[in-house]
């Protein structure tokens, strides 16, 4: 299994950030949220960006892009439609308050020890370049449970 912290990712997108983000027109570019624990209401879920999920050590174990358009009231949600095929609503959830509402990862990321997701948000002006940042973490890391691995530098 490959060990990837949580915070070589935040160093990782810090450099490409110094490749790839026009400070002059856009200004400070975003960063890493915290861990998202399954409880309350998904903070990224109205953003469209990079997301993490993370196992119990906030190791990565997947990276993926949630940067769609979407239409109607989620036009920008693209974490939140890609986040939620991981989770679903505990037991006995329903009548609980949506900021104390908790979440389990389907059976499928519960055997992949899914504890957490992390994400960095982008505009909607500026969400196309999520995909140059997935493209760019998975050729320098090797998340266990990514599968494309065209990008990686062992590829080249």
């Not at 997301?51 to 990565?60: P, T």
């Not at 995909?131 to 990686?152: D, I, M, Q, T, W």
């Amino acid at each position: 299994m490959n060990i990837i912290p949580l915070n070589d990712i935040k160093t990782a997108t810090v450099e490409f950030f110094k490749l790839h983000w026009p400070s002059i027109n856009w200004g400070t570019p975003p960063v890493w949220g915290s861990p998202w624990r399954l409880c309350g209401p998904n903070p990224y879920g109205k953003k469209q960006g990079v997301y993490a999920l993370l196992n119990n050590k906030d190791e990565i174990i997947y990276i993926g892009v949630g940067a769609s358009l979407g239409s109607g009231i989620y036009q920008g949600h693209g974490i939140g439609a890609r986040t939620s095929r991981y989770t679903r609503l505990a037991p006995n959830q329903k009548g609980v308050s949506i900021d104390e509402r908790k979440y389990i990862p389907t059976p499928k990321w519960q055997q992949r020890a899914l504890a957490a997701i992390a994400a960095i948000g982008f505009t909607p002006e500026q969400a196309y370049i999520a995909y140059g940042l997935e493209a760019f973490l998975l050729a320098e890391f090797a998340p266990e449970f990514n599968k494309v691995r065209s990008a990686r530098k062992s590829n080249a």
